[in-house]
């Protein structure tokens, strides 16, 4: 790929999840990003154990050669939190920018069971034609507010949720504004529909609208037992549902290529939640780091 087009970043929560603060509670925030300089990446997303002031979080970032991406924000348009959903999103936008990051990557989370003892693949939400309304409408707004600092929000598509299938994507890409973009993960995209074909289906039907992509590898045998167990979302990750990228069942090499054919510029992230005392964060950053380096020749 082209080195001049693309910057490679890795996320905290395989250090610390935030979902499950057990998990890694024992990893302070200098050590996480002490590994993930020494693992050869320039960028992180941020997590709950970093510092929430600029002021204090940027010059322990900078003398590690590591910038701030993107960082997660949840928003609640379908069930109708409109107005604290922007109040708290400006807040966010400000917090990023003054960081030096560009996107600002969301996620849909009204219904969501991601982080419920709700079976993933059976309980999924759905919304009915209100709050698909809604959330394309409050989707348009955030990218406004978004542009007034020279950034960009994209849509995170995730398991649980009510925007995880192919078909849901669709639909909240057409019913949204060009200026509302799709944060594309390859891990959650297998993972919903099963295949890698569908997962690159995906990818190229919106690479002009994808402005972040988030590298994440699934072990086919994990997600069997997460369906005939009908296990929650967290419950597979405890698992071991996700890996980091050459360690699971996905092949990246076309990811990479069809990325960098169409001349993608912005942010990989390696993002790949287990549990730290089965797989070290260090050792897998750094299997993470070999395989790009390998695959795409960054």
């Known amino acids: ?64 050669g590591i910038q701030i991406c993107n960082a997660w924000f949840s928003t609640f348009f379908a069930k109708g939190d409109k107005d604290k959903t922007l109040d708290e999103f400006i807040h966010h936008r400000d917090f990023l920018h003054a960081l030096g990051a560009k996107v600002i990557g969301c996620s849909e989370q009204s219904k969501s069971i991601q982080g419920t003892r709700l079976p993933v693949l059976e309980a999924k939400p759905c919304f009915t034609d209100e709050e698909w309304r809604l959330t394309a409408e409050g989707y348009n707004v955030l990218a406004k507010l978004a542009a007034e600092k020279g950034m960009q929000v994209c849509l995170h598509h995730h398991m649980g949720t009510g925007i995880q299938t192919t078909e849901e994507v669709d639909r909240f890409m057409a019913a949204t504004n060009d200026d509302v973009f799709l944060l594309f993960d390859t891990g959650h995209a297998y993972y919903s529909e099963g295949s890698q074909q569908k997962m690159l289906a995906l990818l190229t039907r919106y690479l002009p609208r994808i402005n972040h992509v988030h590298l994440k590898d699934v072990r086919d045998e994990v997600v069997a037992q997460v369906k005939s167990q009908k296990l929650s979302f967290l419950d597979g990750v405890k698992k071991g549902t996700f890996t980091v990228p050459g360690d699971g069942v996905i092949d990246f090499n076309p990811v990479f290529t069809i990325l960098d054919e169409y001349g993608y510029q912005g942010w990989m992230v390696v993002e790949a939640e287990q549990d730290p005392t089965l797989a070290n964060p260090f050792e897998y950053a750094l299997k993470a780091r070999r395989y790009i380096r390998e695959t795409a020749g960054l």
């Open 1 to 64: 790929m082209n080195k001049d087009n693309v910057k490679l970043a890795i996320a905290p929560i395989g250090w610390t999840n935030d979902d499950m603060p057990e998990l890694g509670q024992e990893n302070t925030f200098q050590q996480t990003v002490s590994e993930m300089a020494l693992a050869g990446f320039t960028g992180s997303e941020v997590g709950s154990k970093y510092p929430r002031d600029p002021a204090i979080l940027k010059p322990m970032l900078d003398i590690r």
